[in-house]
Nanobody, 121 residues
Protein backbone atom coordinates (compact mmCIF):
# COMPACT_ATOMS: atom_id res chain seq x y z
CA UNK A 1 0.00 0.00 0.00
CA UNK A 2 1.21 3.52 -0.82
CA UNK A 3 0.66 6.30 1.72
CA UNK A 4 0.66 10.06 1.19
CA UNK A 5 0.49 12.33 4.24
CA UNK A 6 -0.54 15.97 4.05
CA UNK A 7 -1.86 18.82 6.17
CA UNK A 8 1.23 19.88 8.07
CA UNK A 9 2.18 23.50 8.55
CA UNK A 10 3.04 26.26 10.99
CA UNK A 11 0.64 26.93 13.85
CA UNK A 12 0.79 28.85 17.11
CA UNK A 13 0.70 27.07 20.43
CA UNK A 14 -2.88 26.28 21.37
CA UNK A 15 -3.93 26.00 17.76
CA UNK A 16 -5.17 23.05 15.73
CA UNK A 17 -4.24 21.15 12.60
CA UNK A 18 -5.72 18.14 10.83
CA UNK A 19 -3.39 15.74 9.08
CA UNK A 20 -4.60 13.44 6.34
CA UNK A 21 -3.09 10.29 4.92
CA UNK A 22 -4.39 8.94 1.63
CA UNK A 23 -3.78 5.28 0.85
CA UNK A 24 -3.75 3.44 -2.42
CA UNK A 25 -2.74 0.14 -3.88
CA UNK A 26 -4.32 -2.43 -1.56
CA UNK A 27 -7.42 -2.94 0.53
CA UNK A 28 -7.18 -0.03 2.93
CA UNK A 29 -9.89 -1.29 5.23
CA UNK A 30 -7.81 -4.36 6.13
CA UNK A 31 -4.92 -2.38 7.59
CA UNK A 32 -4.50 -1.01 11.07
CA UNK A 33 -3.37 2.57 10.58
CA UNK A 34 -1.02 4.57 12.73
CA UNK A 35 0.56 7.97 13.09
CA UNK A 36 4.13 8.49 14.25
CA UNK A 37 6.34 11.53 14.63
CA UNK A 38 10.00 12.39 14.73
CA UNK A 39 11.21 15.59 16.33
CA UNK A 40 14.60 17.11 15.46
CA UNK A 41 17.38 15.13 17.10
CA UNK A 42 15.00 12.51 18.50
CA UNK A 43 13.92 9.03 17.56
CA UNK A 44 10.63 8.40 15.85
CA UNK A 45 7.81 7.79 18.30
CA UNK A 46 4.31 6.39 18.18
CA UNK A 47 1.40 8.83 18.34
CA UNK A 48 -1.86 6.97 17.66
CA UNK A 49 -3.38 3.94 15.96
CA UNK A 50 -6.82 2.89 14.78
CA UNK A 51 -8.45 -0.44 13.98
CA UNK A 52 -9.90 -1.57 10.66
CA UNK A 53 -13.39 -0.34 11.45
CA UNK A 54 -12.33 2.68 13.46
CA UNK A 55 -14.01 1.37 16.59
CA UNK A 56 -10.76 0.92 18.50
CA UNK A 57 -8.07 3.55 19.01
CA UNK A 58 -4.83 3.77 20.96
CA UNK A 59 -2.86 6.88 21.89
CA UNK A 60 0.51 7.76 23.27
CA UNK A 61 0.01 9.31 26.71
CA UNK A 62 1.25 12.78 25.84
CA UNK A 63 -1.42 13.31 23.15
CA UNK A 64 -4.42 11.77 24.89
CA UNK A 65 -7.29 14.22 25.08
CA UNK A 66 -5.70 16.51 22.48
CA UNK A 67 -5.33 14.36 19.36
CA UNK A 68 -7.98 12.23 17.67
CA UNK A 69 -7.32 9.57 15.04
CA UNK A 70 -10.08 8.61 12.66
CA UNK A 71 -10.51 6.96 9.28
CA UNK A 72 -12.83 6.98 6.31
CA UNK A 73 -12.56 3.63 4.55
CA UNK A 74 -14.72 4.83 1.66
CA UNK A 75 -12.11 7.52 0.96
CA UNK A 76 -9.08 5.35 1.86
CA UNK A 77 -7.97 8.06 4.25
CA UNK A 78 -6.88 8.27 7.86
CA UNK A 79 -6.86 11.54 9.79
CA UNK A 80 -5.17 12.98 12.83
CA UNK A 81 -6.98 15.92 14.39
CA UNK A 82 -4.54 17.78 16.61
CA UNK A 83 -5.87 20.32 19.10
CA UNK A 84 -4.23 22.35 21.86
CA UNK A 85 -0.90 22.03 20.09
CA UNK A 86 2.30 22.61 22.03
CA UNK A 87 5.82 23.46 20.86
CA UNK A 88 6.82 19.92 21.92
CA UNK A 89 4.50 18.59 19.21
CA UNK A 90 6.82 20.01 16.55
CA UNK A 91 7.94 17.10 14.37
CA UNK A 92 7.63 15.37 11.06
CA UNK A 93 4.48 13.27 11.21
CA UNK A 94 4.29 9.97 9.38
CA UNK A 95 1.36 7.72 8.68
CA UNK A 96 1.86 3.98 8.57
CA UNK A 97 -0.07 0.80 7.84
CA UNK A 98 0.07 -2.49 9.64
CA UNK A 99 -1.16 -5.90 8.49
CA UNK A 100 -3.26 -7.88 10.93
CA UNK A 101 -5.74 -6.76 13.57
CA UNK A 102 -3.67 -5.66 16.55
CA UNK A 103 -3.95 -1.95 17.35
CA UNK A 104 -0.43 -1.52 18.65
CA UNK A 105 2.60 0.74 18.34
CA UNK A 106 4.94 -1.65 16.55
CA UNK A 107 5.06 -3.86 13.47
CA UNK A 108 4.12 -1.32 10.81
CA UNK A 109 4.93 -2.49 7.28
CA UNK A 110 4.23 0.55 5.12
CA UNK A 111 5.16 4.19 5.64
CA UNK A 112 4.29 7.51 4.06
CA UNK A 113 6.77 10.29 3.36
CA UNK A 114 5.91 12.53 6.31
CA UNK A 115 4.50 16.02 6.76
CA UNK A 116 6.11 18.71 8.89
CA UNK A 117 4.24 20.26 11.81
CA UNK A 118 5.78 23.29 13.48
CA UNK A 119 4.23 24.76 16.61
CA UNK A 120 5.48 28.18 17.61
CA UNK A 121 5.39 29.46 21.19
Amino acid sequence: VQLQASGGGLVQAGGSLRLSCAASGRTFSRFVMGWFRQAPGKEREFVAAISWSGSSTYYEDSVKGRFTISRDNARNTVYLQMNSLKPDDTAIYYCAARSGMAVVRTGYDYWGQGTLVTVSS
